[in-house]
T-cell receptor
Framework: GEDVEQSLFLSVREGDSSVINCTYT??????LYWYKQEPGAGLQLLTYIFSNMDMKQDQRLTVLLNKKDKHLSLRIADTQTGDSAIYFCAETSPEYGNKLVFGAGTILRVKS | DGGITQSPKYLFRKEGQNVTLSCEQN?????MYWYRQDPGQGLRLIYYSQIVNDFQKGDIAEGYSVSREKKESFPLTVTSAQKNPTAFYLC????????????FGEGSRLTVL
């Protein structure tokens, strides 16, 4: 069935690295996404990874995918106060009609 | 600039009233979606539409209705049958339903008094 799980809260100090983790259940997932939501706003796509990749790096963001364990992580290097937001993991797969299935979101709090 | 516009941003309603949330996009996207967001529960899909004059129920469609008379517009009506309507509602669009990036509006916060 459809299930994407994330831890609910992460607190880090400014300048440290943040690692947000996600597990998913559908092994046929084609794309996995990370979205960011700032307070009172909609979601914006941060990055995504295709299921045949292990890693993707984009400036301060690194996405790691472990297909065997169905585990996805987002690492933010040199975390800034502007990174404080809710981060959503999402998957899309043929089994779900290619609709996105979202996790509950991880609240990232960056302390200065 | 292309994007998605939701209105109103804040809405209050009395119990027993229907309300309609507006969603307009000028991205020329075929697919549009409505999600409901509650604290700690992430986003849940209410309805989606792949093409004009066609729409499908999502995971929590009961108490909601939609229409898709124009490509750029996908309004959501929260009816009095929705037992717990207070929530943050997000509209999104994408080029097609086959995965890909969703573009979100800024959201509408509905509070039932």
């Amino acid at each position: 069935g459809e299930d994407v799980e994330q831890s609910l809260f992460l607190s880090v100090r400014e300048g440290d690295s943040s690692v947000i983790n996600c597990t998913y259940t559908d092994s046929s997932s084609t794309y996995l996404y990370w979205y960011k939501q700032e307070p009172g706003a909609g979601l914006q796509l941060l990055t995504y990874i295709f299921s045949n990749m292990d890693m993707k790096q984009d400036q301060r963001l690194t996405v790691l995918l472990n297909k065997k364990d169905k585990h996805l992580s987002l690492r933010i290097a040199d975390t800034q106060t502007g990174d404080s937001a809710i981060y959503f993991c999402a998957e899309t797969s043929p089994e779900y009609g290619n609709k996105l299935v979202f996790g509950a979101g991880t609240i990232l709090r960056v302390k200065s | 600039d292309g994007g998605i516009t939701q209105s109103p941003k804040y809405l209050f309603r009395k119990e027993g009233q229907n309300v309609t949330l507006s969603c307009e996009q000028n991205l020329n996207h075929d697919a549009m979606y409505w999600y409901r967001q509650d604290p700690g529960q992430g986003l849940r899909l209410i309805y989606y539409s792949q093409i004009v004059n066609d729409f499908q129920k999502g995971d929590i469609a009961e108490g909601y209705s939609v229409s898709r008379e124009k490509k750029e517009s996908f309004p959501l009506t929260v009816t009095s049958a929705q037992k717990n309507p207070t929530a943050f509602y997000l509209c999104a669009s994408s080029r097609g339903l086959a995965g890909g990036e969703l573009f979100f509006g800024e959201g509408s916060r509905l509070t039932v008094l």
